[in-house]
């Protein structure tokens, strides 16, 4: 299908990605999120915040995908360091 796209084309990463910086991860995480991908979500928001751990939208958005995995703990934490990023 000419000019769609498939989440499912995600699989096929370039290995230059790793040395990408945070906001590349950050959107990546997104779309595995949307996909479904948790694990794989969670561990790109993870990447993104490491690079920049001052990265609000990484923790707020690691915190849903933790929610979403039904880790309410891991949620709570995430969503708790963005009001100790914003204070």
């Known amino acids: 299908m000419t000019g769609s796209f498939r989440f499912s084309e995600l699989n096929i990463l370039p290995a230059h990605l ?5 906001t590349s991860y950050y959107n990546r995480a997104i779309a595995r999120h949307l996909k479904g991908d ?3 979500a969670i561990a ?3 990447k993104a915040i490491e690079l920049n ?3 609000e939208l990484a923790y707020l958005n690691r915190g ?20 100790y990023i914003r204070a």
Do not use: F, M
């Not at 790793?18 to 945070?22: K, S, Y």
């Open 53 to 55: 751990p001052d990265y």
């Open 44 to 46: 790109d928001y993870t």
């Open 18 to 22: 790793t040395q990408i910086n945070q």
């Open 38 to 40: 948790l694990d794989g």
């Open 64 to 83: 849903r995908a933790k929610h979403d995995k039904s880790n309410l703990d891991g949620a709570i934490a995430d969503c708790t360091i963005v009001l």
